[in-house]
């Protein structure tokens, strides 16, 4: 794999590949900066900024090997690699925050790179280290931190990815790979709305198994997703409430978020047994939820249950959490022909909460209490 030639900030060779991947980050600054975006303009993932953190990996040499910053630009990968054959690759997403004090934090980034250390041995990838992770990432926000917007929920999206650079068609794990750091600055996922959604509980597509990658941030997991989400949409619905693979009963995911439900004074939330992905957002709700005194259960939750619930009148709210949205309010949840109104297809009390109290954390209107933000 190759890339576009350093443009200016050159620090000198590249180490060995020997040398350790955890020594000081390499800055390679463009010389041709790219104007920004206005705040009011941002949507989510359109835009990128100028740089991106990049450290390469090579089984025979040594492992991880050259950590750098360079300016944003084309990967060069022969027609070969492992990554267009075998779909060897993951990836994470969080989130840096200017807040009202001017300083830049980011969410929760330690549980992010811990969540992408341990997911890669599953896909048979090297993990990459954590220390080295976390300074790629803090590196990149840090050169490109002019591009954090400062509106209100604006925000630095971060994508740290890992491919299979290796070209070889064999069935087997790469020996090479590549690490690399985008960013992208973003509106609100779904724009100044805290609208409810409306979704179709899927109950014929599989997105993913246990023992399969849905536990972790595989691009296998969403491309499944694509086309029970198409088709939902067809008919309506902005997304699907996926269902257990095996029996098409219990409930998982709201498209790609995690999913919680208030069923009466409990909150539910199906638990981590190897088809549902270990959200941070997920982390964060349950931990805000348990401090302010509600009872939050970890079970699996049929739909029966939910209609039954419905029907009762108990089911009070339902909606799904993930980096890119925070919550996501459902109002409308399809079934068999049938649309169930859920809270009168309004935002419910608890997910309006959670909201307001995450991004008063994450933009510093709000006190740090779990130590979840790293200021840059």
């Known amino acids: 794999m190759s890339l576009p030639p350093p443009q200016s900030g050159d620090l000198g060779p590249s180490p060995a590949p020997n040398q350790s991947a955890r020594g000081p980050i390499s800055i390679h600054l463009t ?37 750098r910053v360079v300016p944003y630009g084309p990967l060069v990968l022969d027609p070969a690699a492992a990554v267009f054959h075998y779909a060897q690759e993951m990836f994470d997403g969080l989130k840096a925050f200017r807040g009202a004090d001017g300083k830049v934090r980011i969410f929760r980034l330690d549980r992010h790179c811990k969540r992408l250390h341990d997911g890669a041995p599953r896909l048979c990838i090297p993990s990459v280290p954590q220390d080295l992770s976390h300074a790629a990432i803090t590196t990149l926000v840090e050169t490109d931190r002019a591009w954090v917007p400062s509106s209100p929920g604006t925000s630095l999206y971060i994508r740290p990815t890992v491919i299979a650079t290796e070209p070889f068609l064999g069935v087997r794990p790469a020996k090479r790979y590549v690490f690399f750091v985008i ?41 499944a997703s694509l086309r029970a989400a198409e088709d939902a949409k067809a008919k309506g619905y902005a997304q699907v409430l ?31 047994t190897g088809s549902i992905l270990e959200g941070v957002t997920r982390n964060s709700i349950i931990t805000l939820l348990r401090d302010w005194g509600f009872s939050v259960s970890e079970r699996p939750l049929g739909m029966e249950e939910l209609l039954r619930a419905h029907k009762a009148g108990t089911l009070r709210e339902i909606f799904g959490c993930g980096t890119a949205a925070v919550i996501t309010p459902v109002g409308t949840l399809g079934w068999k022909g049938e ?19 995450i991004t008063a954390i994450q933009y510093g209107r709000a006190p740090d209490t779990h130590g979840w933000m790293t200021e840059v």
């Open 31 to 67: 010389s041709a900066p790219r104007a920004r975006p206005k705040d009011a303009d941002l949507v989510f993932g359109r835009v990128f900024t100028d740089h991106m953190a990049m450290v390469d990996y090579d089984a025979d040499q040594g492992g991880w090997f050259d950590p």
């Open 183 to 223: 960013a992208s600055p973003v509106g609100g996922y779904h724009g100044d709305a805290f609208t409810p959604a409306r979704i179709l509980v899927e109950d014929k597509y599989v997105r993913a198994a246990v023992g399969g990658l849905g536990g972790v941030k595989a691009g296998a997991n969403y491309i």
């Open 242 to 272: 996926w269902t257990d693979a095996h029996e098409h009963r219990y409930l998982e995911e709201v498209g790609t978020m995690n999913m919680v439900a208030l069923i009466g004074d409990e909150i539910v939330t199906p638990p981590l």
């Open 339 to 357: 649309d169930l109104v859920i809270n009168g297809g309004q935002p419910g009390e608890v997910a309006r909460r959670l909201f307001e109290a």
